[in-house]
């Protein structure tokens, strides 16, 4: 299927820094969703977003659906050593059928104490 | 949120072994479920999407007879591995489509981990 672009491939950042993560797509869509995967176990919902230029946060992180409904962005603030994971951005075309999602590539995040 | 219950967490077979690996929505009905697998350091590979009451329809590349696959319920499907060889060897994880009054929205369960030795 599908895969969005995601970008960064991977950050290492020190403790307390802000992160900053984006998806982009080729075609227009409906819904953006972002997830945490910790090594070995399924990922996690963080973050759904619905409609264009929705900002929702979620404690420490905060999530953005573009205005051109063809990217979205993580936000991070001071962040900590809890937040190493690899981040995945999900989105559901607007021309969908049987409630396909496509996927990121992911961002490898690593926090340095 | 939602929950997604997958079991087993951990399993291993012997190749040549079968092997079933169960997806439950335990709080709400998913009319579609989602099966993937996920190499080292490695996105998602979406394998195919699960329908309740109807045939699953594969990615490309993946083999139908290999890999089973049983949405017979709202809330429950399974992922049956045929026939397993260690190149089979994999992280496999399932989703499951909710709709919410927001939108469509996909909970993961907790993956499991397939060694076929």
């Known amino acids: 299927g599908q895969q969005l672009n995601q970008s960064p491939q991977s950050m290492f950042i020190q403790e307390g820094e802000d992160v900053s993560m984006n998806c982009t797509s080729s075609?227009?869509?409906?819904?953006w969703l972002w997830y945490k995967q910790d090594p070995g176990e399924g990922p996690v919902l963080l973050i759904a977003?619905?409609?264009?230029?929705e900002l929702t946060s979620n404690g420490r992180l905060t999530a953005q659906f573009g205005i051109t409904r063809k990217d979205s962005f993580l936000n991070i603030s001071a962040s900590i050593p809890s937040d190493v994971g690899i981040y995945f951005c999900a989105g559901q075309p607007t021309a969908n059928t049987g409630n396909q999602f496509y996927f990121g590539t992911g961002t490898s995040l690593t926090v340095i104490p | 949120g939602a929950v997604v219950s997958q079991h087993p967490s951990r399993v291993i077979c012997k190749s040549g072994t079968s092997v079933k690996i169960e997806c439950r929505s335990l709080?709400?009905?998913?009319?579609?479920m989602f099966w993937y697998r996920q190499f080292p350091k490695k996105s998602l590979m979406l394998m195919a999407t699960s329908n309740e009451g109807s045939k699953a329809t594969y990615e490309q590349g993946v083999e139908k007879d290999k890999f089973l696959i049983n949405h017979a319920s709202l809330t429950l499907s399974t992922l049956t591995v045929t026939s397993a060889h260690p190149e089979d060897s994999s992280f496999y994880i399932c989703?499951?489509?909710?709709?919410?009054?927001?939108?469509?929205?996909?909970?993961f369960g907790e993956g499991s981990w397939l060694t076929v030795v």
């Open positions: 075609s227009i869509f409906n819904t």
């Open positions: 989703s499951a489509s909710a709709d919410t009054p927001s939108g469509n929205t996909i909970y």
């Open positions: 977003l619905y409609k264009a230029g």
């Open positions: 709080d709400f009905q998913a009319t579609t």
